[in-house]
């Protein structure tokens, strides 16, 4: 069911839902946990597995280490845990990074899973966005693929001429091939933009599929952010 | 009226290679030509010009009365199919069934009669199966068929093929043969294949190093080993002219 | 670099978003004249690069790694405008498909990671390659080797307005400063790379680089040929100064703006600097002495625009140098 | 010891599409071998497995004695050349150069002695003039044969050539055939051109639906029409198979 909503609703919805857990207070706890617990059903509605859902989640780790630096190198009053002197506004600021990014990341990682990129943005054109952004975010996609391919072809091309990239010295070949990397995904893309002016183009994508939605389904989409105000209200 | 009328074309690509140095030819409507020559002749830079995807440096290309140019692309682009020689330029959607459909969807068709168009044209280069799989998923000949398929879906007037048999397996080679028998169109194919240029087309041009060397009855240019042979053609091994 | 969801407050990530909506807008208008109806391929043909090459992480000294931000190679590959709207679509499509940066963040990244790389980038591009005519691919090289540091700086800047967290202004934009130069020059390399490799074979393709035709040729039936046609007219010089000033300008404007605007969302930011008095000293201080953040538990913070403005002028007045001995060795070999 | 040996071989693609059901073929040293068969049977997919860019789902593939495993690829690759059928996936480097001289160079090869070498395989397929050209920027034809010279030049055991007259004007299509024939080496090349097949190689695979269906010499395949006409294979119009 989730699958099937409209992109936009979808869309919509978590934004509206990332924005009320960006204005949660973070010393309501139980809010939070609340919040988790409402990604939590959405996905099992939708029947995302965890495992692809942890593996998205990775992306964040990097921020992790530095919500985890904060309390290090935060000002203020300071405590000592296990030793460590710790600066307690910087471990709030932690906190309040880690639980905030989380649900955020995980939220995304919920849309994306349940929506084809190119819906998406045709979601994101019938709530408005500027049809030259969409247009570039379409042919972006479009070329991410181009140019991946280009990547993968030219590494195969690489290895089964007897390359190995394990040797520092070999940088200079993956260098020399970033330039022609851009180029060789510039002319194919720009062939492939022919090809499709060539069947008539017009510089909107033909909608081969209808996607208005109905009242019905932007209140199954919306609940989730409407659940979520529901909590922050409380929790006050 | 002509279908096709080219005058003085000369084209350099943007890193100062000139490919072309003043083509002429003129192709009446209905015929089916065959566009020989060496590799690097310059095939494929002219056959780009003929909807307008390259820009005459010098010259000029009209479709069917209709000088090409900036404002008469997409008119000329309605009229002009294009086969691409690498069907990796020509194939871009996710699947299979909306590469077919993009053509006939630009030109407003919808709903049933797009589901039709789409089976039809993949029905007749026999990839009707792969209709829901993305195109880079296939195999080479098989991407070469569809990209077939989305020029036929789009029945244009004027069909210019760049070596579309080459990766076919030889019976799609013939069933292409006869697709483009049984179409009331203008053909104009790119080959390097010279008995199926004599076994579809009447006429053949030999472009060589950016100019038209020859032009005539494909018969006649395929019997003179000379002429061939000053152009890198030749018929291959075991091939015999078949007398008529 | 890209801000999850809750590292600024409320007030902050729409404020930026503010300010990118109304960049964005602005290059709405000018990319219709840099590229015409091929600015949306185009423009999301770079997008996809410079996605596909911020996934390329080189390593940087001390067990840190950084990857490219691409804002300079866009802006030389498609123009400013442009190169403004490849970001914003970057970092929309990283954020909503791929988890990568907060949704409510999405204005603050794209101030960040588009507004002010392009800037900075553009502003260095074009006062080198008035300074030193025809020297692209160092002009690019030095583009993209300060904006990386200059985004650091200001989101250190914002960081201390708006951040979630108190921290030391100085020893951060210090720390934060000294990487991202070091992963500035991975990002002048790589740019410099690809600009290059794309002015040898398509040097159509550079924006305002635009290249001098041959004439063509025709050729007759007995093999001789005629020239026709005429060179298109060589691209005018690129003004000197006046454009590099205006992108300057334009980043100190960008960072000033956004700290007077968010200085009222963060009064103990500026209590603590009206108590602090001697914080020029402090500020050079901590810009060239102390890396290792060794003090941080005594200073209640530092001066908000100073350090942004003096690491803003401090590397435009390197790059002017820089430029400068670049002309100056040119002109001997001349 | 077989230059080639290959059994019980299946694949199937990450997205589920299997290609092969279990290949079995073995090639003797010196041997020039046609892989004959429809679009979509698996040539490809089975050619990918011999240097092992694709590695076997089940079964086992022997280069030379040594069977094709993570630790011994680099070897293999050395013993394997490996034209693919289409030369955008082999050409990556700036220049014609660059990319002719990646293999040898890797192998060692350093200054004159690998300049020698770009200079020979470059001459050998035509292309010595765009020895400074991008690849991409070549004609089709062009880049085939710049393909064809970087397998050369790192001077294999075995050759394995997927389609590679396609696209080639005649005369190259010819010169191709005499390069192989002067090569002491083991060929296996995939072509839906059974004129070339006969013209070059002793012995034919018909490889159909991922199994190989038929394996004999290539005059005796190419005289069974039924057996020709039940894998999508038959003689073009126009030719006969030659008395000898
Ligand atoms: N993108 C490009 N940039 C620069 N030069 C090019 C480009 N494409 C082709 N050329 C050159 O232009 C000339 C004509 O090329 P073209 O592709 O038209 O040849 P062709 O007749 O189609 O050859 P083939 O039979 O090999 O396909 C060749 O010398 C080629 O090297
Ligand atoms: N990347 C891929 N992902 C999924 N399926 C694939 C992929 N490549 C090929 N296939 C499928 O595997 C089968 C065998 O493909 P393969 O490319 O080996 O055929 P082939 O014999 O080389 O055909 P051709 O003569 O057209 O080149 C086909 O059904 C094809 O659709
Ligand atoms: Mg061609
Ligand atoms: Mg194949």
């Known amino acids: 069911m989730v699958h099937r909503l409209p992109p936009q609703c979808k869309l919509l919805a978590v934004l509206a839902f990332a924005l009320v857990v960006v204005a949660t207070p973070r010393e309501r706890f139980w809010a939070f946990a609340a919040y988790a617990a409402l990604l939590g059903g959405v996905a099992l509605a939708a029947r995302v597995p965890v495992a692809h859902m942890v593996r998205r989640m990775v992306i964040e780790v990097p921020f992790v280490l530095f919500a985890l630096l904060i309390p290090v190198i935060g000002l203020g009053e300071r405590i000592t845990v296990l030793g460590l002197s710790l600066s307690v506004p910087g471990l709030w600021a932690a906190w309040n990074i880690l639980a905030k990014a989380t649900l955020g990341v995980a939220a995304s990682v919920l849309l994306a899973a349940t929506t084809e990129p190119r819906e998406v943005l045709i979601g994101a054109q019938r709530l408005r966005l500027p049809g030259l952004l969409v247009q570039i975010a379409m042919f972006m996609l479009r070329y991410l693929d181009v140019i991946m391919d280009e990547m993968r072809r030219m590494r195969v091309a690489r290895e089964s001429r007897g390359f190995e990239a394990r040797n520092f010295r070999q940088i200079p070949v993956v260098a020399r091939s970033a330039g022609a990397l851009f180029i060789r995904s510039y002319e194919r893309g720009e062939r492939v933009h022919l090809a499709m002016l060539s069947r008539g183009y017009s510089g909107r994508m033909p909608m081969i599929r209808d996607i208005s939605a109905s009242v019905g389904q932007w209140g199954t989409a919306l609940a989730l952010p409407a659940a979520a105000l529901a909590v922050l209200g409380l929790s006050l | 009226m002509n279908s096709l009328e080219v005058r003085q074309l000369a084209y350099a690509y943007p890193d100062g290679t000139q490919a072309l140095f003043g083509v002429d030819l003129s192709i009446a409507r209905g015929e089916r030509v065959a566009l020989l020559g060496p590799n690097g002749a310059g095939k494929t830079t002219l056959v780009m010009h003929l909807n307008g995807i390259l820009t005459a440096g010098h010259g000029s290309v009209t479709v069917a009365g209709t000088p090409v140019r900036k404002d008469t692309l997409s008119e000329v682009r309605q009229r002009v199919g294009l086969v691409f020689q690498d069907p990796d330029d020509q194939l871009f959607m996710p699947t299979v069934r909306d590469d077919v459909a993009f053509g006939p969807a630009n030109a407003g068709l919808r709903g049933e009669d797009l589901d039709r168009v789409v089976k039809d044209a993949l029905e007749r280069v026999g990839m009707l199966d792969a209709v829901d799989r993305p195109p880079h998923h296939l195999s080479f000949g098989q991407r070469r068929r569809v990209a077939v398929a989305t020029v036929l879906a789009m029945e244009p007037e004027i069909l210019v093929l760049d070596e579309p048999s080459s990766n076919l397996d030889p019976a799609a080679r013939r069933e292409l043969a006869e697709i483009l028998r049984s179409l009331d169109v203008t053909v104009l194919m790119v080959t390097h294949d010279l008995p199926y240029a004599l076994e579809l087309c009447e006429r053949a041009l030999i472009l060589s190093d950016g100019v038209i060397a020859a032009d005539g009855p494909t018969r006649t240019l395929l019997s003179d080993a000379e002429l061939l042979a000053r152009h890198r053609l030749e018929l291959p091994y075991g091939f015999a002219v078949p007398v008529l | ?334």
């Open chain 3, 1 to 334: 670099m890209h801000v999850p969801d809750g590292f600024f407050n409320a007030a902050t990530s729409i404020s930026a978003g503010v300010v990118a909506a109304a960049g964005v807008a602005v290059c709405l208008r000018g990319a219709r004249r840099e590229l015409d109806d091929r600015t949306a391929p185009m423009a999301g043909l770079v997008a996809a690069f410079v996605f596909a090459v911020q996934m390329l992480n080189f390593p940087v000294a001390a067990g840190t790694s950084g990857h490219l931000l691409g804002g300079a190679l866009a802006a030389i590959l498609v123009g400013p405008y442009t190169g403004v709207l490849c970001m914003a679509v970057v970092l929309l499509v990283q954020g909503v498909f791929f988890a990568d940066g907060g949704l409510t963040a999405l204005g603050v990244n794209i101030t960040l990671m588009g507004l002010v790389t392009v800037l900075a980038g553009w502003g260095v591009f074009r006062l080198v390659t008035g300074l030193v005519r025809g020297q692209v691919v160092v002009a690019a090289f030095l583009a993209a080797l300060v904006s990386v540091p200059v985004s650091a700086l200001a989101f250190t800047l914002l960081f201390w307005i708006g951040g979630t967290a108190p921290i030391d202004v100085g020893t951060v934009a210090a720390a934060m400063g000294g990487v991202h130069l070091l992963i500035g020059i991975g990002e002048g390399l790589i740019t410099a790379a690809t600009v290059g490799a794309v002015l040898a074979v398509r040097p159509d393709l550079v924006y305002g680089a635009a290249g001098l035709a041959k004439p063509l040729v025709l050729r007759g039936a007995d093999g001789s040929g005629t020239p026709v046609g005429e060179p298109e007219p060589a691209p005018a010089a690129p003004g000197a100064l006046r454009p590099f000033l205006l992108g300057g300008v334009g980043v100190t404007l960008v960072l000033a703006g956004l700290v007077s605007f968010f200085a009222s969302s963060s009064p103990d930011g500026l209590e603590a600097v009206a108590e602090d008095k001697g914080f020029i000293d402090r500020a050079a201080d901590h810009l060239f002495g102390s890396w290792a953040l060794a003090d941080y538990g005594e200073v209640g913070g530092i001066p908000v625009g100073v350090a942004g403005v003096i690491g803003v002028g401090l590397v435009l007045v390197l790059t002017g140098a820089v430029a400068y001995a670049a002309r100056s060795r040119n002109q001997i070999k001349v």
